[in-house]
């Protein structure tokens, strides 16, 4: 379903949000810090496993646990990304980083990216839960729009966006060089309209009950949130 365009919609009394500036989110399932170098040697152990979550990311793979560290020294001192270290409370480990990033206040307007989830945080509670406390934050905060961008050959980050409940938006060509690559960027957001439906969406899909004794889920996120976006991605 396409959405017409907004023909300037007057906001009243909107004003910008604030800066972000929680230093952690706490869930069921994971708990969110500022990333700092002391999360560097848990974090390095968790993605060596697989050179290949690197692949998308303007940086990486790290030849070394000091290399690893070094780049979170250089990335965690700047205010814009902001970085988070991702803990899995299930498995009782570090397994990721996401960001927030591009933030524009003035605009209501904040994107999550430089997400990497180690192989062992792929697919777990954790992991989604980690995207809805960020999404939570900004919304909460008084964001209006919450985006996500991806390289468009990266398939996986496409699906993931649209099971979160972003809507497609389109393919910005050639829209950047990355190692030596072309970067086609595609872009999905989701607005303060659609974050009561995604809360809730959220809520049903990360609530215990939600999942049988062995860890399957009863309800999918994505059926869940499908009904939400205004535009689905051709291409899944």
């Given at each position: 379903?396409?959405?017409?365009?907004?023909?300037?919609?007057?906001?009243?009394?909107?004003?910008?949000?604030?800066?972000?500036?929680?230093?952690?989110?706490?869930?069921?399932?994971?708990?969110?810090?500022?990333?700092?170098?002391?999360?560097?040697?848990?974090?390095?152990?968790?993605?060596?496993?697989?050179?290949?979550?690197?692949?998308?990311?303007?940086?990486?793979?790290?030849?070394?646990?000091?290399?690893?560290?070094?780049?979170?020294?250089?990335?965690?001192?700047?205010?814009?990304?902001?970085?988070?270290?991702?803990?899995?409370?299930?498995?009782?480990?570090?397994?990721?980083v996401a960001?927030?990033?591009?933030?524009?206040?003035?605009?209501?307007?904040?994107?999550?990216?430089?997400?990497?989830?180690?192989?062992?945080?792929?697919?777990?509670?954790?992991?989604?839960?980690?995207?809805?406390?960020?999404?939570?934050?900004?919304?909460?905060?008084?964001?209006?729009?919450?985006?996500?961008?991806?390289?468009?050959?990266?398939?996986?980050?496409?699906?993931?966006?649209?099971?979160?409940?972003?809507?497609?938006?389109?393919?910005?060509?050639?829209?950047?060089?990355?190692?030596?690559?072309?970067?086609?960027?595609?872009?999905?957001?989701?607005?303060?309209?659609?974050?009561?439906?995604?809360?809730?969406?959220?809520?049903?899909?990360?609530?215990?009950?939600?999942?049988?004794?062995?860890?399957?889920?009863?309800?999918?996120?994505?059926?869940?949130?499908?009904?939400i976006r205004?535009?689905?991605?051709?291409?899944?």
């Open positions: 379903m396409q959405q017409s365009v907004d023909s300037g919609e007057n906001l009243g009394n909107w004003q910008p949000p604030r800066w972000p500036d929680a230093t952690a989110f706490d869930g069921r399932y994971a708990r969110l810090e500022l990333l700092t170098r002391d999360h560097a040697s848990a974090l390095h152990a968790a993605n060596v496993a697989d050179d290949a979550i690197w692949d998308w990311m303007p940086y990486g793979p790290f030849a070394s646990e000091s290399a690893y560290a070094d780049w979170v020294d250089s990335v965690a001192a700047g205010p814009d990304p902001r970085f988070h270290a991702i803990f899995d409370k299930e498995k009782g480990d570090w397994g990721g960001s927030l990033m591009r933030i524009a206040p003035e605009a209501g307007s904040i994107e999550v990216g430089h997400i990497n989830f180690s192989p062992r945080l792929q697919r777990t509670r954790a992991a989604t839960e980690a995207m809805y406390l960020l999404m939570r934050w900004c919304f909460e905060a008084g964001y209006r729009r919450y985006e996500w961008k991806c390289n468009a050959l990266n398939m996986g980050s496409r699906r993931a966006a649209q099971r979160l409940g972003f809507s497609f938006e389109g393919v910005f060509r050639q829209a950047g060089v990355v190692k030596g690559r072309n970067r086609d960027t595609a872009w999905f957001a989701c607005i303060d309209k659609e974050w009561p439906a995604l809360r809730e969406a959220f809520e049903t899909w990360l609530a215990p009950e939600n999942f049988d004794g062995a860890g399957r889920q009863r309800q999918s996120l994505s059926d869940l949130t499908a009904p205004v535009a689905s991605d051709p291409l899944l």
